[in-house]
């Protein structure tokens, strides 16, 4: 029931709640290694644009319609329009999909705590990364720590709004942010990594291309936690009397900041320690394989490299806590459940859905879906598909269906000015859209770029 329904403290308990969905582990493998490959500089003047923009349009969104509605995602789209309900049920897909592998690649950030608690630095650097292959390829041992980080991801949700997810992102986000300062003024230390700051910092308009753009859009969603259904959830949380823009713009800044310290911790290091030539290993492989032989060469590296892990274990909490309180939310909203039965619930589908995805780099490496292990196969379809449908579909709804003066009156709700109101309008009706429509054609591979 609505009247019955949890909500946070105030705004500095959703925003640090809402930031902590946004950063995780797509600020602190995907973004480095996406600015690695579409050329630095030039990546992050994109993507700070589209954040200031796209970004701010879609996540502003999100959270009025979650606020207005105080419903999370499928009963708010069903609310504002009937006809539009469908829409809820897509995004709350993605929540679903991504959850159980974003759980796995959880488990790993726990075996690499454990690796350097236990002062196994050395090994875990040894052989260029084959560590990494033979823990991954282990039949068992990756399900363990893939059930421990789905347990403790329910715990926090188990206790609620107020008693698990807002305390636990007070405590995680400072840490968080204290920790990688910590690191990146460690490595500008380090002898070597001026090319790196540079290739990282200073714009080069010659490796300009669209792919430039559609990359810097896609890793939006992902990092800011949108077309989830998240921000719609926790919007739904958040209090009459709490600033929208305020708030909207200090998520954006602390997800935008974090994704930044996080580029500028790992390309300089890998340049300074293996040359740009290091910057060719993507995703997990560049935390996993590259940065364990540099953290064993560093002075002080086996604290270093336990301090990053511990980060990275902070961050992917916090995102799969939201991931979770999303799936939670649509239990209760619609079938009424109480918050233990939604949860075993979840957990249920959770693990139907992330052993094959643990098992799937090694016992299962033999069975792909579209050529594609079933993580993979799973990123892509909640990533590359599910996601920009989403975005599209919510902005042709407010854009022209229900109107924009429907998020704009409930950003103004208590007298505040909307200064960006004109651009959100603008983004909301033609110019999202169109990007959308262009990142869904090149995802599918129907648009080369």
Wanted: proline share 3%; net charge positive; glycine share 10%.
């Amino acid at each position: 029931m609505k009247e019955n329904r949890s909500s946070f403290s105030g705004r500095i308990g959703f925003v640090l709640a809402a930031a902590g969905s946004a950063v995780g582990l797509g600020n602190l493998w995907r973004f480095p290694y996406l600015a690695a490959q579409h050329g630095g500089g030039i990546f992050i003047l994109c993507y700070i644009i589209l954040t200031l923009t796209f970004g701010f349009a879609l996540m502003t969104t999100e959270i009025a319609i979650g606020r207005k509605t105080g419903l999370s995602c499928i009963g708010a789209y069903q609310a504002l329009n009937r006809k539009f309900s469908f829409l809820g049920y897509v995004a709350w897909l993605v929540p679903i999909i991504i959850l159980p592998y974003y759980s796995v690649i959880g488990g790993w950030v726990c075996k690499y705590v454990s690796v350097y608690v236990t002062g196994q630095a050395q090994a875990a650097a040894a052989d260029g990364g084959a560590f990494f292959g033979a823990f991954t390829a282990n039949p068992s041992e990756p399900l363990g720590w893939f059930l421990l980080f789905l347990g403790l991801t329910s715990v926090a949700v188990l206790l609620g709004v107020e008693k698990g997810i807002e305390k636990v992102s007070k405590v995680m986000m400072p840490a968080l942010i204290v920790i990688i300062i910590g690191i990146c003024v460690y490595v500008l230390t380090l002898p070597g990594t001026f090319a790196g700051l540079k290739y990282y910092l200073v714009p080069d308009f010659s490796k300009f291309s669209l792919s430039t753009i559609t990359a810097a859009m896609g890793q939006l969603f992902y990092s800011m936690s949108l077309a989830m259904g998240i921000m719609v959830t926790y919007g739904s949380y958040t209090r009459k009397d709490v600033s929208l823009v305020r708030s909207v713009n200090q998520i954006e800044l602390f997800d935008t900041g974090v994704a930044l310290l996080a580029g500028l911790m790992i390309i300089p290091t890998v340049f300074a320690f293996q040359g740009e030539a290091g910057l060719s290993a993507a995703g997990p492989g560049l935390m996993f394989q590259s940065l364990p032989m540099i953290f064993a060469e560093m002075p002080g590296g086996q604290f270093v490299g336990l301090a990053f892990f511990v980060l990275v274990l902070f961050a992917a909490l916090t995102s799969s806590i939201s991931l979770m309180e999303t799936i939670v939310s649509m239990f209760m909203d619609r079938l009424k459940l109480g918050r233990k039965t939604a949860c075993v619930a979840v957990l249920v589908i959770s693990l139907l859905l992330g052993v094959p995805s643990s098992l799937g780099n090694g016992l299962w490496s033999h069975i792909t879906l579209l050529g594609r292990d079933f993580l993979s196969f799973f990123d892509f379809i909640s990533n590359n598909v599910i996601m920009p449908i989403v975005a599209l579909l919510t902005c042709l709804l407010v854009g022209w269906i229900v109107g924009t003066k429907t998020v704009t009156d409930e950003v103004t709700l208590n007298g505040e000015k909307f200064g960006r109101k004109r651009l959100y309008e603008i983004m909301t009706k033609y110019l999202a859209p169109l990007f959308l429509v262009i990142i869904l054609l090149e995802g599918i591979g129907i648009l080369k770029v």
